[in-house]
């Protein structure tokens, strides 16, 4: 079983910044990708950003110029959400994804709490 380990989260004043660092095993030599969903409460899963192996982006319309996902080249297993401009709707659960097809991985989710 893959282990992805997050951190960063907590809480932060509305306009306030976030980075949340995802690490996957070094063990793991192919990614296809890796991302960020994320779950308020009484909703779905929602896709955040993706960053592919080959370092193509894409980003959910809610977050476009706010957020900016992106991976340590020294460490290719890892990936960083910069959250910037936080609203009080980004409050959720976020987790780490990755794609290492046909197999998706999940990390164990990490809070983020935007206080208006």
């Known amino acids: 079983q893959v282990q992805l380990v997050e951190s960063g989260g907590g809480l932060v004043q509305g306009g306030g910044s976030l980075r949340l660092p995802c690490a996957a095993p070094?063990?793991?030599?192919?990614?296809?990708?890796m991302g960020w969903y994320r779950q308020a409460p009484g909703k779905q899963r929602e896709l955040v950003a993706r960053?592919?192996?080959?370092?193509?982006?894409?980003y959910a319309d809610f977050v476009k110029g706010r957020f900016t996902i992106s991976r340590n080249n020294a460490k290719i297993n890892t990936v960083y959400l910069q959250m910037n401009s936080l609203k009080p709707e980004d409050k959720a659960v976020y987790y780490c994804?990755?794609?290492?097809?046909?197999?998706?991985?999940w990390g164990q989710g990490t809070q983020d709490t935007v206080s208006s």
């Open positions: 994804y990755l794609q290492n097809l046909p197999r998706t991985y």
């Open positions: 070094g063990s793991i030599l192919s990614i296809n990708a």
């Open positions: 960053i592919t192996s080959g370092g193509s982006t894409n």
